[in-house]
Nanobody, 122 residues
Framework: VQLQASGGGLVQAGGSMRLSCAAS???????MGWFRQAPGKDRNFLAG????????DYADSVKGRFTISRDNAKNTVYLQMNSLKPEDTAVYYC?????????????????WGQGTLVTVSS
């Protein structure tokens, strides 16, 4: 499975942005996740979603501001980001793993997109 993340860019604090992650093939039974990594920091889990979309999980830092969703017909997962803050600035990655429930540990994911840079200006 190849993943292609897109939608990053520059946005002012308080603004919104939607990231997309397109998969090269159907991600049947794959958990899809979004992570981010700021310079000099670890790659951190942000959000995850099951294949059906019936179960999601979020990091506390983004809960209530970010929403993960997926369109399996388009093999695409999205991350809607609202009320962005300068501390949200990072490279954002999508990832996939074949598992039953949302996975929060980056090491468990088998496939990764190339990352897209999000910069939030103050």
């Amino acid at each position: 499975v190849q993943l292609q993340a897109s939608g990053g860019g520059l946005v002012q604090a308080g603004g919104s942005m939607r990231l997309s992650c397109a998969a090269s093939e159907q991600t049947f039974n794959n958990i899809m996740g979004w992570f981010r990594q700021a310079p000099g920091k670890d790659r951190n889990f942000l959000a995850g979603i099951t294949w059906s979309g019936g179960s999601t999980d979020y990091a506390d830092s983004v809960k209530g501001r970010f929403t993960i969703s997926r369109d399996n017909a388009k093999n695409t997962v999205y991350l809607q980001m609202n009320s962005l803050k300068p501390e949200d600035t990072a490279v954002y990655y999508c990832a996939a793993v074949k598992w039953a429930g949302v996975v929060v540990r980056a090491i468990k994911y088998d496939y990764w997109g190339q990352g897209t840079l999000v910069t939030v200006s103050s």
